[in-house]
């Protein structure tokens, strides 16, 4: 893999347009509980990037961009640190406009945050770049949080535990992954599990508006008592983290080879009032 940083211009320049592809790690720095780093989202998508990115380059020059521990909507407690929703959404598109500018066609970016205006920026900065420069950004974390809240059976991990909405933060998927990726980071697993027990307002409003994820994520950081987690961390096991990296891994290379056929989308976010309840919110 080669580093953008450390090529000249006429390097960059030599790269072949058809067979190169960005990489790089895009999550945000949030807190995990006390029992995970405030980077876990990056350490995560780095495995998953490292992985796929074994795979590409039988066939592909990779090419890793930067990292960028930036973000939308980490859980706004003591040590998140994030940016605003129109704030990052520029922040992907204008480095896109500049890879497209120069005739490339490939960028994908490797995350594991589920906060949802993160989210929405991601698939609206892919969605205006195809449109405008017909360039792919391809975000595989979209699609696969998408399979986690629908308890998807191509996972092959339970439900509560597979990072669904019983499980969101923190919990029993997220604790796995790190078991998995560096143990040593890993503070402790013996934490009870933890769900929000009542439900505000705006959690009611929004499951009716068929938004059960993200009401759920209201009544949570809504709760006083939040323990800075959404699970059961206790059932946290590195088998189970291992074979989650392997989905990440096979849905990242099934969905840069869409890229490549042209057929690539983002998947569509929330419905219109959702959309709007979301960019008004500050």
Sequence with gaps: MKDYLSLTCEEVSK????????????????????????????????????ETCQILKKDHEVVKLFEIPLGSDAQPVFG?????????KRLIF?????????NFKHWIIFDNHGG?????????????????????????????????????????????????????????????????????????????RYFPSKETFLGKLLRFLKAES???????????????????????????GKKMIEYHVKKSVELFEEAKRGTYRPPKLFNPIVKLLLKLAK
């Design 15 to 50: 790269l072949d347009r058809e067979k190169t592809v960005f990489v790089s790690v895009v999550s945000p720095i949030e807190t995990h509980g006390r029992h995970l780093p405030l980077g876990t989202d990056v350490f995560i998508a780095r495995r998953v990037m490292e």
């Design 80 to 88: 998140s640190i994030w940016l605003n929703y129109g704030t990052f």
């Design 94 to 102: 204008e480095i896109g406009s500049h890879l497209a500018k120069m």
């Design 116 to 192: 949802p205006r993160h989210q929405l920026a991601l698939a609206e900065a892919s969605k205006k770049l195809k449109e405008k420069y017909g360039f792919n950004l391809v975000v595989p974390f979209l699609h696969i949080f998408q399979d986690m809240l629908n308890d998807s059976e191509e996972i092959k991990i339970p439900a509560g535990m597979n990072g669904d909405a019983k499980d969101l933060h923190a919990g029993t998927n997220e604790t796995s992954l790190m078991l998995h990726v560096d143990s040593s980071m890993v503070r402790t697993k013996d934490l009870p």
């Design 214 to 240: 993200l009401a759920v994520t209201v009544d949570w950081i809504s709760d006083q008592q939040n323990p800075y987690y959404l699970g059961d961390p206790s059932l946290a096991d590195p088998g189970r």
